[in-house]
């Protein structure tokens, strides 16, 4: 099993940023590919980046040029940098973890969930 606790959403400005970070605990880490998603009300979850266990990095097309994966395996900590953050990025933001070591970009390819984070993004 593995637990994943998100941190780091709030509420920011147009054009501002903000760092999310998920921290996992329960079973080895650093083999598990993870990914973040994130879900506005009334909308199906989207893809937003993944990062296999070496660092192979996939992000979707809505945030790409702005916002960065990475991953500290040591810390078992995944984080998510979003810059030039718009009012379309306002949303709930989601950890989620694989057991296998590749990402994915569908959200039934993920067996580990985090509660989620809420961004708002005010214009």
Known sequence: QVQLVESGGGLVQAGGSLRLSCEASGRTFSRNAMGWFRQA??????????????????YGDSVKGRFTISRDNVKNTAFLQMNS??????AVYYCAARSVTYSAVVPTEYAYWG???????SS
């Open 41 to 58: 009300p009334g909308t199906e979850r989207e893809f937003v980046a993944g990062i296999t266990w070496i660092g192979g990095i996939k």
């Open 85 to 90: 953050l718009k009012s379309e990025d306002t």
């Open 115 to 121: 509660q989620g984070t809420e961004v708002t993004v």
